[in-house]
């Protein structure tokens, strides 16, 4: 296992609508490791594929950040069919550091996924685990939590976002 770089706004990989996984190969396992060694290394309770500059759809959740190996989800081609309720809470993202704004997000969801095998799945998932489910999968269509903002908390974010531009600019 290895830890990869963490791709921060304005990478443009982060705007990418994710190919499916189509082989289920060591590849992919490797992959997953990886990904999960660097979520855990960023305390990050979430990492999505294109986040270390892979266009798959494959992410990880886990919401006790490292706490607990047990309820680590590797989740391959995730698919929400529906939907409950609604909830505003906080949110950050490891590719935009040092921002966080509360963001409605369903509070309860029902999904579809694949394991590394290939194997189909589906789970319910609620509060946090949802949350970071949606938050996750927006990565793979090249979404980030700062688009679902509006108003003045938007304008609090892109000034945020500019100041990364300005800085990747320089770097
Ligand atoms: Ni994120």
């Known amino acids: 296992m290895s830890l990869r770089p963490i791709r921060l ?4 990989i982060l705007r990418v609508r994710c190919p499916e996984v189509t082989s289920f190969d060591d590849g992919l396992r490797r992959l997953a490791a990886d990904m999960i060694e660097t979520m855990h290394a960023a305390v990050g309770v ?6 270390i500059g892979v266009e798959t759809r494959l992410m990880v959740v886990d919401p006790s950040a490292g706490e607990d190996a047990n309820v680590v989800l590797t989740l391959v081609n995730p698919v ?3 939907e409950d309720g609604s909830d505003r809470v906080a949110e950050g993202c490891l ?3 040092g921002f966080t ?3 409605d997000r369903p509070a309860k969801i029902h999904v ?6 290939g ?7 609620e509060d946090l685990l949802a949350r970071v489910t949606c938050h996750e999968l ?16 938007r304008e609090r974010a892109q000034r945020h976002l500019r100041r990364m531009r300005e800085e990747a600019r320089l770097a």
Do not use: C, M, R, W
């Open 46 to 51: 979430g990492l999505a594929a294109p986040q």
């Open 138 to 153: 927006d990565h793979l269509n090249g979404i980030l939590f700062v688009d679902h903002l509006n108003g003045l908390l």
């Open 112 to 117: 579809h996924a694949q394991n590394l095998e």
């Open 101 to 103: 704004e509360k963001v």
């Open 9 to 12: 706004y304005p990478d443009p």
């Open 119 to 125: 194997e189909a799945f589906e789970f319910v998932a």
């Open 80 to 82: 929400i069919d529906t």
């Open 95 to 97: 590719s935009i550091p």
